[in-house]
C-alpha cells in the first residue's frame, strides 16, 4: 500500500507497468529537492488544466521543484523548443516533455540526453530513443475502443463516419489514426476526414462546420475538443448526429452527462502527470524504474459517467492552469 493518506487519494491504482498488468505504488519521498521542467502544449484546453495540476501536487508531494510551462497551441511547436532550451539554461535536472511534434522537438531531446539531462514521455507518445521512460494512454486503443463502440451501436448499412481526428503532426494523432484504420476498414464504414487542426475550441469548431456542410454522416467520431463543439452545435442542426469522443475533457463528461454524447473513451491524466515525477526522480536517483506505464482507459456513456472518478482527468473547481517558471 501507499504511505501517505495523500498518496491514498490517487494511488496505489491498476495499470500496465512494462507491458504487464499490475499495480502502480508511486514514490514516497525524493532524496533531494530535484530540479525539474515540464513542457505542455496548451492551457486552453482544459485537459492540460488537469494535467498541470498533477504535476503540481505530485511535486509538492514527493519534494522536488518544478517549473510548469505552456506553449499556447498545437501550432507553437518553435515556442516548445524555446521553451526546452530555456529549461536547460535555467539547469533543470530533468524534463517532462508532453510532446506538440516529434520529429520537430527531437534536436533538443538529443542535446539533453548528452548532456546527463533525462527527458519523460508525458502522456503524448514521443517515440524518440534518448527518451528514459514513458506514461500515457495508448490513442491508438482509446480511438480502437471508440470505433467498436459505434460499430457495436450499428445497424444494417456501412455507416458514414465523420472524423476529426487532431493536430497535424502529433504523435498521439498519428497513433489514433492508426487505430481508427484497424477498427473502421472500408468495408466496415466509410470515413470522411475533417482534417487537422490544433485542439482550441475555435479551431475545431470550423473544421466541424466545414465537415457538415459537405457530408452528413451517420456518426462522429471526434477528438475531445471537437465532440465538445459538436455538442454545442448539434441542437441547431437539422439533423442532430451521434457523437463518439476517443478521449475525453471536462466538456466532454459534462456533455455526457446530459447525454448529448454518446459515448466517450477516456484516459487518467492527472495520474499519468504524477507518474511522470515519480519516474523523473527514479532516473535521477539511478533507482529501477518501469520503462512504459500505460494507465487504463474507460469507455463512459450518459449511464455510467456519474460513477467516474473525475479527480483522475480534471482538477478542482476553481483551479485554472497551473504555469509557474523553473525556480533559479
Not at 148 to 165: D, H, I, Q, R
Not at 218 to 243: G, S, T, Y
Not at 286 to 312: A, C, D, G, H, M
Amino acid at each position: 500500500m501507499c504511505c501517505t493518506t495523500a498518496q491514498a487519494v490517487w494511488a496505489p491504482v491498476q495499470a500496465t507497468v512494462d507491458g504487464k498488468a499490475q499495480r502502480y505504488t508511486p514514490l514516497a519521498k525524493a532524496q533531494t529537492p530535484w530540479r525539474i521542467c515540464a513542457l505542455l502544449p496548451q492551457g486552453k484546453d482544459k485537459f492540460w488544466w488537469g494535467v498541470s495540476w498533477g504535476l503540481a501536487q505530485q511535486a509538492t508531494q514527493v519534494g522536488v521543484k518544478i517549473g510548469i510551462y505552456q506553449a499556447g497551441g498545437y501550432d507553437q511547436p518553435q515556442r516548445q523548443k524555446a521553451q526546452f532550451e530555456e529549461c536547460l539554461q535555467l539547469g533543470a535536472q530533468a524534463i517532462i516533455l508532453a510532446t506538440i511534434d516529434s520529429a520537430d522537438i527531437s534536436p533538443q531531446i538529443s542535446k539533453a540526453s548528452q548532456q546527463g539531462v533525462p527527458v519523460i514521455d508525458l502522456t503524448n507518445q514521443n517515440d524518440h530513443p534518448q527518451i528514459s521512460a514513458h506514461v500515457y494512454s495508448s490513442t491508438q486503443a482509446m480511438a480502437q475502443m471508440a470505433a467498436n463502440y459505434l460499430l457495436a451501436s450499428t445497424t444494417g448499412k456501412k455507416p458514414v463516419v465523420g472524423w476529426l481526428p487532431g493536430p497535424l503532426n502529433a504523435q498521439w494523432v498519428k497513433k489514433a489514426e492508426t487505430g481508427l484504420q484497424r477498427s473502421l476498414p472500408a468495408e466496415k464504414a466509410q470515413v470522411i476526414h475533417g482534417g487537422y487542426a490544433p485542439t482550441d475550441l475555435s479551431s475545431q469548431m470550423t473544421q466541424l462546420r466545414a465537415l457538415l456542410a459537405r457530408v452528413q454522416p451517420d456518426f462522429l467520431l471526434l477528438n475531445a475538443v471537437a465532440a465538445e463543439a459538436a455538442a454545442r452545435l448539434m441542437p441547431h442542426q437539422p439533423v442532430a448526429v451521434p457523437i463518439v469522443a476517443y478521449y475525453s475533457n471536462e466538456g466532454v463528461l459534462n456533455a455526457l452527462a446530459h447525454s448529448k454524447i454518446k459515448a466517450a473513451v477516456t484516459s487518467s491524466p492527472v495520474i499519468e502527470a504524477r507518474i511522470s515525477v515519480d519516474l523523473a526522480v527514479w532516473v535521477l536517483e539511478k533507482k529501477p524504474y518501469p520503462r512504459v506505464v500505460n494507465p487504463p482507459i474507460t469507455l463512459l456513456t450518459p449511464e455510467n459517467v456519474q460513477q467516474f472518478n473525475r479527480s483522475q482527468l480534471n482538477a478542482p473547481e476553481q483551479q485554472w492552469f497551473i504555469a509557474r517558471p523553473l525556480p533559479k
